[in-house]
């Protein structure tokens, strides 16, 4: 069955991690462009805050907190925006955060509670959402990562939980398109973004971890899932540099991972003592922010810009390519 989704204006989108980074964006762009939005985080307090931004603005918005984790927590939060709006036309799960640690240090307990936010909480989510968008058609949009396909180091159990949300997302999609479902499923792949993804993160280094550059902006990511909300849209990068490392671990798989053993554990710190060690993983950390502090910023993801145009974003593709591989010689050359 084919699957027509409303304009934006005319939507009711829930959005989970709501309180800072790419779900803040998210929010703030979609009530911007009219939709009526349910923001939901573990930090009331942040999300009180986001509503009354956003009905000052003239935007309709509320909130409910909740963990993503626990299943009974997204059933509260689909009969909310019921309640409060009538319906859903969009569901986003995008809460998640990461660990900074070698996987035979990282306590299990982390480990296993790091799957419980990032790849349960697409479960939950996704399951409360189901029965609403199939009644009456919408979008399920997922939010992976550039490392749904290519691992990195020292970031182990997130690159496996991203990997598993693509699992999950796409065999859902399968399921949903057996039964002619009028639901569309999106896996998003951001590349490295300028949110608090590090102040949120666990460490268990002694110095502060960074994003390897390049860096794209969290808005970008919005505009990305409110494209695939409004069309539907099978998956979707934010970034070229992802898309780029996607495609050519398919092609040349040792070759990335000599990169990335040889050069990403260092690109993920600076020279300065850790701090935020324990992040957010247990409690909800200083939220209402969407930006973090990236030294390296990139204005804009030209390559997500072009994606609906086939040839430009084939075109940004081979000349990011010739530039990772001119950066590939230069760092053989000085080793």
Not at 169 to 189: F, G, I, W, Y
């Amino acid at each position: 069955m084919a699957t027509s989704l409303r304009p934006i204006s005319d939507q009711v989108i829930v959005i989970t991690g709501a309180s800072s980074g790419i779900g803040l964006a998210t929010a703030r762009l979609a009530a911007k462009k009219g939709a009526n939005v349910l923001l939901t985080a573990r930090n009331a307090d942040a999300l009180a805050a986001v509503v009354r931004d956003i009905e000052r603005a003239g935007g309709d918005a509320t909130y409910i907190a909740a963990d993503v984790a626990f299943r009974d927590d997204m059933e509260k939060v689909a009969r909310a925006a019921i309640d409060y709006f009538g319906r859903i036309d969009t569901w986003v799960n995008n809460a998640g955060l990461s660990i900074y640690g070698k996987l035979q240090e990282v306590s299990e307990e982390d480990h296993r509670r790091l799957f419980d936010v990032n790849f349960w909480g697409v479960v939950n989510g996704s399951l409360a959402a189901l029965p609403h968008l199939k009644r009456r058609g919408g979008a399920l949009i997922n939010v992976g990562s550039e490392v749904s396909d290519v691992a990195i180091p020292v970031q182990a159990m997130y690159s496996a939980t991203k990997h598993a949300v693509k699992g999950f997302t796409d065999a859902l999609r399968l399921e949903l398109q057996e039964e002619r479902a009028p639901v569309s499923v999106t896996l998003v792949k951001p590349a490295s973004i300028d949110t608090p993804f590090i102040q949120h993160a666990k460490n268990y280094f002694q110095h502060q971890p960074k994003l390897p550059p390049p860096v794209y902006r969290p808005d970008d990511v919005a505009r990305a899932i409110l494209h695939a909300a409004s069309r539907p849209t099978r998956d979707i990068f934010v970034g070229g540099a992802g898309k780029l490392f996607s495609t050519l671990n398919k092609f040349v798989p040792g070759l990335i991972d000599w990169v990335n053993a040889s050069f990403m554990v260092k690109e993920q710190f600076t020279g300065e003592p850790a701090s935020h060690a324990e992040g957010a993983l247990y409690r909800p950390g200083d939220d209402g922010q969407e930006r973090g502090d990236s030294q390296h910023m990139v204005r804009h993801s030209m390559y997500t810009s072009a994606v609906r145009h086939p040839l430009m974003a084939s075109l940004l593709l081979a000349a990011a390519g010739a530039a990772v591989a001119a950066a590939i010689n230069s760092a053989q050359e000085e080793a």
